[in-house]
């Protein structure tokens, strides 16, 4: 994973992107559900993006201090701007290789795990963060996500695909939690959404930074390759749908 890339991407489309984020707040939604815990008094959460999840977050824990980490200054400046309260702190930092004091009770992520190199270091770092009974919650997307656009991708060209085949899977996942927690669990939900057209879609993915560092394999979409895709969707799906994989991981210091 290009991190320049990554971050050049989601910082040129920060101010447009919770027009265009509806899945990732459902799963943001979906993860908040899953937070037992009610005595939580210090939460560091990462991949903090626009605060659609710090805001939620913020909401069910009104006392708890939260420490928010985005790799992308727009996306802080977006969030701060949202979220305008002394004990949310907003950092720009790369929540991979993070280096921090302190210790939480709940260290969690919205939609950005899956754009790490080494998630299993990053995973042990964590750990390192987390207070005694501390818990780590977060949703990743999966290689399952965007099948459709892969699947009619390929029929087009062999070796092009949306990069999401690249993430990690469930039993890979659940591996890593095994390894640094205890009472792990990995959940799977799969969201589905519609469009009226393939370049809707598209501008979905490049909108919300989904695809990371754009297509694998690289191919120059002109009006004539998008009819064909389009074609190709159609045919494969009788409509313009997307899955979006969405593992929700827990783990228990």
Same mark, same amino acid.
């Given at each position: ?20 984020? %509806? ?10 559900? +899953?937070?037992?815990?009610?005595? !939580?008094?210090? $939460? ?15 909401? #069910?824990?009104?006392?708890?201090? $939260?420490?928010?980490? %985005? !790799? ?8 701060? #701007?949202? $979220?305008?309260? +002394? ?28 754009? *790490? ?5 990053? +995973? ?11 818990? $780590? ?8 996500? *965007? ?18 085949? /690249? ?10 939690? %095994? ?21 809707? +879609?598209? /501008? ?35 409509? !313009? ?13």
């Amino acid at each position: 994973m290009d991190k320049r890339t990554l971050v050049k991407n989601f910082s040129k489309y920060a101010h447009t992107y919770d027009k265009h984020a %509806d899945i990732q707040r459902r799963a943001a939604r979906g993860l908040l559900g +899953l937070i037992k815990k009610r005595d !939580i008094a210090d $939460i560091l959460e990462l991949g903090s993006g626009t605060g659609n999840y710090t805001l939620l977050l913020k909401k #069910e824990f009104a006392k708890a201090r $939260i420490k928010a980490v %985005d !790799i992308s200054g727009k996306m802080v400046e977006v969030a701060a #701007e949202k $979220i305008k309260d +002394l004990n949310v702190e907003f950092m720009v930092e790369d929540a991979e290789t993070i280096d921090l004091a302190g210790s939480f009770d709940l260290v969690t992520s919205n939609a950005c795990f899956q754009w *790490f190199e080494d998630l299993d270091g990053a +995973l042990v770092r964590y750990k390192n963060l987390l207070k005694d009974d501390g818990k $780590i919650l977060f949703s990743i997307f999966g290689p399952a996500t *965007f099948h459709e656009l892969n699947t009619s991708l390929g029929c087009l060209a062999g070796g092009i695909s949306a990069g999401a085949g /690249n993430f990690v899977g469930r039993e890979e996942i659940k591996d890593m939690l %095994d390894k640094n927690f205890k009472k792990v669990s990995v959940k799977e939900v799969k969201f589905k959404k519609t469009f009226s057209c393939l370049r809707d +879609l598209l /501008n979905e993915i490049k909108y919300t930074g989904t695809n990371g560092n754009g297509l694998d394999g690289k191919v120059f979409f002109t009006p004539r390759i998008l009819r064909r895709l389009e074609e190709i969707y159609l045919g494969r799906f009788k409509q !313009i749908r997307a899955t979006y994989q969405v593992f929700y991981c827990f783990g228990e210091r």
